[in-house]
């Protein structure tokens, strides 16, 4: 059987009044929840009768999340679930240095006290999911730092590429668990930190530093 059905995988049934707007999301948040194997085929047919909607918003989600980088497409196969490899993660990480040193460059003195605050607020939250085990919180509250950040750059194309480049690799880093086997709580605070630290002018490390420390490069 081309989708396999799993214990875990279990989606709930969306209304109709709000299909458009939340199937999408709820196949993204089961997704980032790590409910499917890498590499696992996705029956447009199967996950419409587990949400209990129509066929074609289930396709109109696959293929939006096909473009974020989420699933592959193929018109011989269809949908199915990265196979994020660690060579991903490593051509993930030559492209993100270099774009993400450029928004913390541009980003600096563009961020206001407030923003620091929420970027603050959101470094907390990172480490409370982590300690608490909570890696999809976890993930989420990490791809909201690294996006107010990325916001403030002005730069949308910046802030595009980023997004494509960075989104699979927040899901898939958490879903099935790739994370560095060194991390901690604390090293993910001090990581964050260094971010904050740079863009409100306190830290004498450059932009790129920041990121290699980051990124355990």
């Not at 890498?38 to 129509?54: D, T």
């Amino acid at each position: 059987m081309i989708f396999e059905r799993l214990t875990m995988t279990v989606l709930p049934h969306v209304k109709p009044i709000s299909i458009r707007q939340t199937v999408g999301e709820t196949i993204r948040r089961a997704l980032l929840e790590g409910r499917f194997r890498p590499g696992q085929a996705l029956s447009e047919v199967a996950l419409a009768s587990e949400m209990n909607v129509s066929r074609g918003p289930v396709r109109e989600a696959l293929l939006v999340l096909a473009q974020e980088g989420l699933v592959s497409h193929s018109q011989n196969y269809g949908f199915s679930v990265l196979d994020f490899s660690e060579h991903d993660r490593l051509e993930v990480q030559q492209v993100r240095l270099p774009l993400e040193t450029l928004a913390l460059e541009l980003g600096k003195g563009n961020l206001t006290g407030t923003d620091l605050a929420e970027l603050q607020a959101k470094s907390n939250r990172i480490v409370k999911a982590y300690q608490e085990l909570n890696y999809l919180e976890c993930t989420q509250a990490d791809l909201d730092f690294h996006s107010l950040v990325w916001d403030r750059t002005g730069n949308k194309r910046l802030y595009t590429a980023l997004r494509n480049i960075a989104v699979p690799y927040f899901a898939y880093g958490s879903a099935f668990r790739m994370s560095r086997p060194d991390l901690t709580a604390e090293l993910l605070r001090s990581q964050h930190e260094s971010f904050i630290s740079y863009l409100s002018g306190a830290s004498e490390a450059t932009a790129d530093q920041c990121v290699r420390y980051h990124l355990g490069l």
